[in-house]
């Protein structure tokens, strides 16, 4: 079999290494490269190769950087595990277009859920439960105290605010015009995260109700088998036409699930979705190398555990 070469880029990140982690366990044959603005991300340890790029957000420096390593080292795939980087792919599609293959969503996917008052308003236009979501410079005071002040975009509950009372927000609103205001829907313990794979024809999905740790990270996740979590994400699938993964964070309450965010790129807890059998990261592999794509879910219950480590590097004694 040929050998595969993959770039996965933020290998620093726990998603990085995660999908670091789901590719080790398929079959095939994979050369991994890895790159991260950190020289001592983890997850440096775990590929063949390490780069250290500039940042994406200086766009031009980190163009001229991805390109050499591509024709260099000959690079098939390209997996952006970040959303500043999911998004300079998304800009950039013409540049890779006929040099490799980048997994990620399409351009009106990636556009609306890396923006959380566009992902609102596309659940409201498909009829799809929803917390009352406002921004910023147009918010009238329409919600009880306390709500959440969050980022229009952004990741990983970074820069999230609760907001206990009104003197507390319009001190807060004068440096955060890029915000949103959203309504707080169900309870910490009522958390849970769905992920749905579309291979535009057949789509799977899978839930976890999840508690947090470690910062915003699953920290817990139990397994949910329930019809529900099904029909909200073929609502989704239908609705964006999907060809590809999505993670969508929601909450649940008498009313259902309401989700809150979508996330058009891998979540963290894609290995443990791997672990369970819905091994989404090599599913995007297999559709793009025209295999068949098969869900054999391995557990129908179970429970997984975020552990810490260290990776160590430049020993000396």
């Keep these: 079999m040929n050998s595969i070469m993959v770039l996965v880029t933020g290998v620093g990140g726990d998603i990085g290494q995660s999908v670091i982690k789901c590719l080790k366990d398929t079959e095939y044959n994979l050369h991994l490269f890895g790159c991260d603005t950190d020289p001592f991300a983890a997850g440096r340890a775990m590929v063949g190769k ?6 994406a957000k200086n766009a031009g420096k980190y163009l001229d950087f991805i390109k050499k390593v591509l024709s260099k080292e000959k690079i098939g795939y390209v997996i952006p595990t970040t959303e500043i980087e999911i998004e300079f792919f998304d800009k950039h599609r013409d540049c890779f277009k006929n040099v490799t293959t980048v997994l990620i969503n399409e351009h009106r996917v990636i556009g609306t859920f890396l923006d ?3 992902t609102i308003k596309f659940l ?3 009829d799809i439960s929803h917390p009352e979501t406002y921004l910023v410079e147009s918010y009238t005071n329409e919600l009880e105290c306390p709500f959440i ?3 229009r ?3 990983g509950g970074k820069d999230l605010i609760l907001v206990s009372d009104y003197d ?4 807060l609103k004068k440096t955060r015009r890029d915000f949103i205001v959203q309504e707080i829907v169900g309870g910490e313990d009522d958390e849970y995260t769905i992920t749905v794979f579309s291979t535009g024809k057949e789509f799977y999905s899978i839930g976890f109700r999840r508690y947090l740790g470690y910062g915003s990270l699953s920290k ?3 397994l949910v088998k329930d019809d529900e979590i099904r029909v909200l994400a073929e609502k989704i699938v239908k609705a964006t036409s999907l060809e590809g993964s999505l993670n969508i964070q929601c909450r649940k309450t008498d009313s259902g699930y309401i989700p809150f965010e979508v996330n058009p790129r891998f979540s963290s807890t894609v290995y443990t979705r791997h672990y369970f059998g819905f091994q989404d990261v090599k599913w995007w592999l297999d559709l793009k190398q025209g295999k068949n794509i098969t869900y054999n879910p391995k557990f ?3 429970t997984a555990v975020r552990t810490l480590g260290e990776v160590f590097f430049e020993l000396r004694s």
């Design 124 to 126: 409201r236009d498909n």
């Design 220 to 222: 817990i996740a139990h």
């Design 168 to 171: 507390e927000f319009n001190f």
């Design 149 to 151: 002040l969050k980022p």
């Design 50 to 55: 390490f780069f250290q790029p500039p940042p």
């Design 153 to 155: 975009r952004g990741c």
């Design 300 to 302: 129908q219950k179970g």
């Design 116 to 118: 959380k008052y566009e």
